[in-house]
T-cell receptor, first 112, second 112 residues
Framework: EAQVTQNPRYLITVTGKKLTVTCSQN?????MSWYRQDPGLGLRQIYY???????DKGDVPEGYKVSRKEKRNFPLILESPSPNQTSLYFC???????????FGPGTRLTVL | ELKVEQNPLFLSMQEGKNYTIYCNYS?????LYWYRQDPGKSLESLFV?????AVKQEGRLMASLDTKARLSTLHITAAVHDLSATYFC????????????FGKGTKLTVNP
């Protein structure tokens, strides 16, 4: 089944404790992206990657890191999480030539 | 910088009625996308509109794109309760880039 998977789905952590949210897709998509969704603010792009080893900042990259060492994986790293990073995070992937993006199930992160 | 505005942000309608959600965008956008999000769920792609005058229909939903007016519409015909969800439109930023900019979403509630 074609899908984008994220882990964990739910995470409660404390300020400053490094964490990684994994994202994997099995559709051989070149493009992958991370978004955060907050009430009243809609979806905002954090980082995106147009192919292996190619990443770029989205609209709200501060406090986040990403890497794209393999085509299928695009982990999101929070080196020192803060409460303002409490949010619902979505990973998405798509083909470059036809940018319909497929979204993962979401990761609900709470930083205390 | 591309900005995408949807209206209305909230829409309550009765079953059987018709209504239209509007999506305006500020600069040239190659393509326009519509997504649906059910409460607590991920985003599901509904339509990809690739060119001026494009019209796509799926069941009771019909989307259209007018690039000259920088306007896309999502028309709901004879609404049913199952259509209750939040609908997002998104545009491509910087023509040809895979960066998507989302509107804030329209929360649709269909009442019996």
């Amino acid at each position: 089944e074609a899908q984008v998977t994220q882990n964990p789905r739910y995470l409660i952590t404390v300020t400053g404790k490094k964490l990684t949210v994994t994202c994997s897709q099995n559709m051989n998509h070149e493009y992958m992206s991370w978004y955060r969704q907050d009430p009243g603010l809609g979806l905002r792009q954090i980082y995106y990657s147009m192919n292996v080893e190619v990443t770029d900042k989205g609209d709200v990259p501060e406090g986040y890191k990403v890497s794209r060492k393999e085509k299928r994986n695009f982990p999101l790293i929070l080196e020192s999480p803060s409460p303002n990073q409490t949010s619902l995070y979505f990973c998405a992937s798509g083909r470059r030539s036809y940018n319909e993006q497929f979204f993962g199930p979401g990761t609900r992160l709470t930083v205390l | 910088e591309l900005k995408v505005e949807q209206n209305p942000l909230f829409l309550s309608m009765q079953e059987g009625k018709n209504y239209t959600i509007y999506c305006n965008y500020s600069t040239t956008s190659d393509r326009l996308y519509w997504y649906r999000q059910d409460p607590g769920k991920s985003l599901e792609s509904l339509f990809v509109l690739l060119s001026n005058g494009a019209v796509k229909q799926e069941g009771r939903l019909m989307a259209s794109l007018d690039t000259k007016a920088r306007l896309s519409t999502l028309h709901i015909t004879a609404a049913v309760h199952d259509l209750s969800a939040t609908y997002f439109c998104a545009g491509d930023s910087q023509g040809g880039s895979e960066k998507l900019v989302f509107g804030k979403g329209t929360k649709l509630t269909v009442n019996p």
